[in-house]
């Protein structure tokens, strides 16, 4: 029953509503209510009845029908409250449809081409919803610059500025504006003069971006010949196109909660081993590293809502493998799609937010179990079992580098959350953005200690933080020892032709002089002084 159906859905997300602050709980509860009660014995469903019994429709055209009629009824009131309930029976109306046909619904889906969002707050999960076909930009109130919603964004190839709350009272519905991802502007109804630049400006990016694509077979090497490797992040599945078309060596990060997001239910086994089999052969035998759950704090599945709770510090919280192996359900599945899907590509298994050898110790000996279960049903699975590595992406696990190193096939450092949780600054907080450093000596000094706990246990470590992508930053990681970087797909070319321009040595030596500065400022100046020569 399709009015039951729809119903059902009005009631889970009256009970998401009852979350939200009062007076919008209160809002949407009004106006939920009223979408419930059109669905029983209203008009809308007498006379959608009354379409089938006596003009023999089928059940899509007479709900079309009658919506049009009604809504249609409503948008010629002369009472302006009332004629805009015309919206809300036409939204009642594509719910029902989208019912009959069994097909689940996507927020932000029916934009105009060009749309440019702007809102208070996009969620990674909205985010992930928006198609680059009809976006051609965000701009959000609240937010950091690398936020997940800010890294998606990167990733979709979308213009964003994010952490403007000026903007939103001084935007309606139908202007036109101007979004300036690298400079962070944004421009409301520019004068033609304005308008021409930025197109001008448009197409030379672009130009200077297919420039650089002819630098995609060419390898990552510095000036003193060392090879460097380049990889990309990828946070949803079509993305790998994305990834072949920039030159990327392999995957260096998959964000599998992204399957987790946007629907009701958990992803099965068999969902998640078919989402990572397409992205394994996809990539052509090119290595593919799987990161294990990564929700809590901004990525709260709904389908999860009742395991994570709630938490006064939700980046400090139950989240990522603290979650996996709380609920391991979820980590003995995901490890079993995972290892069924290596045998179509070589795999490696990335777990996050590591603090201790023993979580290493415990996702290995349930990754063991699920092999067993899974070979005593003569099912195929990876052999050997793919390595698996931890996020070094907590200052503790950074400075325990040398014992975790003793638990682990490889590491991948995480500089988003790394900076976060050593200064203590909120990645997604746009009051404290300013602050917000990976260039913090801090910083450097965890990375560079990292790096060294790797050589020294001779496991390969990589940076795969939004760090790996920015190429004022290359020098310095290199010099550091860093001889792998995973970034979004559009990044690659870009540090490919630094990396090309670079004298490894000479980097290594600015490194140690930058090694010895006390503030970020300092750093800052003698990494862009290095850059500005070579
Ligand atoms: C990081 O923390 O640097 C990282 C790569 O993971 P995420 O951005 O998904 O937290
Ligand atoms: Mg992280």
């Known amino acids: 029953m399709p009015s039951t159906t729809a119903l059902t859905q009005i009631d889970k997300l009256a009970m998401k509503a009852s979350d939200l602050p009062a007076s919008a709980a209160e809002e949407l509860g009004y106006l939920l209510q009223a979408h419930g009660q059109m669905l029983q014995g209203s008009r809308l469903v007498r006379g959608v009845e009354k379409r089938i019994r006596g003009e023999r429709l089928n059940a899509e055209a007479a709900v079309s029908q009658e919506v049009g009629e009604i809504s249609h009824a409503f948008s010629q009131m002369e009472d302006s409250y ?13 719910r029902l449809l989208r019912c009959l046909m069994q097909t689940p619904y996507r927020a932000l889906a029916d934009l ?14 909205d985010t992930a919803l928006l198609d680059p076909h009809l976006v051609a930009g965000f701009v959000t109130a ?17 213009p964003a500025v994010v952490g403007t709350a000026e903007l939103l009272n001084h935007v309606k519905n139908g202007d036109i504006i101007v979004v300036d991802g690298v400079t962070g502007q944004v421009i409301v109804n520019p004068d033609e003069a304005t308008l021409k630049r930025f197109h001008e400006r448009k197409v030379e990016l672009k130009r200077q971006a297919r420039k650089l694509e002819r630098l995609r077979n060419l390898p ?5 010949e ?3 490797s380049l990889q990309a992040n990828i946070d949803l599945p079509g993305e790998i196109d994305g990834a072949l078309e920039h030159g990327a060596e392999g995957i260096g990060l998959y964000r599998t909660e992204y399957v987790f997001l946007n629907r009701d239910d958990v992803p099965t086994q068999d969902e998640q081993y078919v989402e990572l089999r397409n992205i394994i052969e996809g990539m052509k035998g090119r290595t593919v590293t799987v ?22 510090n939700p980046a400090m919280g139950l989240r990522a493998i603290r979650l996996s ?35 290493m110790r415990q996702v290995r000996q349930i990754m063991k179990k699920v092999a067993t279960r899974l070979r005593r049903k003569k099912i195929k699975i990876a052999d050997p079992l793919p390595p698996v590595g931890a996020m070094i992406e907590i200052p503790g696990a950074a400075l325990s580098a040398d014992g975790l190193a003793r638990d682990c096939d490889f590491f991948s450092i995480g500089t988003n959350d790394l900076t976060m949780y050593t200064l203590a600054i909120d990645r997604g907080d746009e009051q404290v953005a300013h602050l917000y450093s990976p260039l913090h000596p801090a910083v450097l000094r965890l990375i560079q200690f990292t790096t060294a706990a790797a050589l020294r246990a001779r496991i390969p470590v990589n940076v795969c933080g939004e760090m790996a992508g920015d190429e ?63």
């Open 82 to 94: 009332l004629s805009e309930r015309s919206k809300d029976v036409r939204d009642v109306g594509q």
């Open 142 to 158: 609240v937010g950091g610059a690398q936020d997940h919603t800010g890294i998606l964004a990167r990733s979709l190839a979308l």
């Open 472 to 534: 004022r930053m290359t020098a310095i990681l290199l010099g550091l020892g860093i001889r792998d970087l995973s970034m979004a797909s559009a990044a690659v070319p870009r540090v490919k032709q630094r990396i090309r321009g670079l004298d490894l040595s000479e980097a290594t030596r600015r490194a140690q002089t930058i090694m010895e500065q006390a503030d970020s400022g300092m750093v800052a100046a003698l990494l862009d002084d290095f850059n500005a020569l070579a």
């Open 112 to 125: 105009p081409m060009g749309t440019v969002v702007v809102a208070d707050e996009l969620t990674p999960a």
């Open 325 to 359: 192996l709380k609920v391991q359900s979820l980590l003995e599945n995901q490890l079993s799609a995972i290892l069924r899907a290596g045998i179509h590509g070589p795999v490696r298994i990335l777990i996050p937010m590591i603090s201790t050898s023993s979580e």
């Open 291 to 312: 990161r294990t759950l990564d929700v809590g704090n901004d990525k709260l599945p709904y389908s999860l809502g009742e395991h994570l709770g709630v938490s006064a």
């Open 226 to 228: 060392v090879q460097i």
């Open 220 to 224: 990552a090497m510095t000036r003193d």
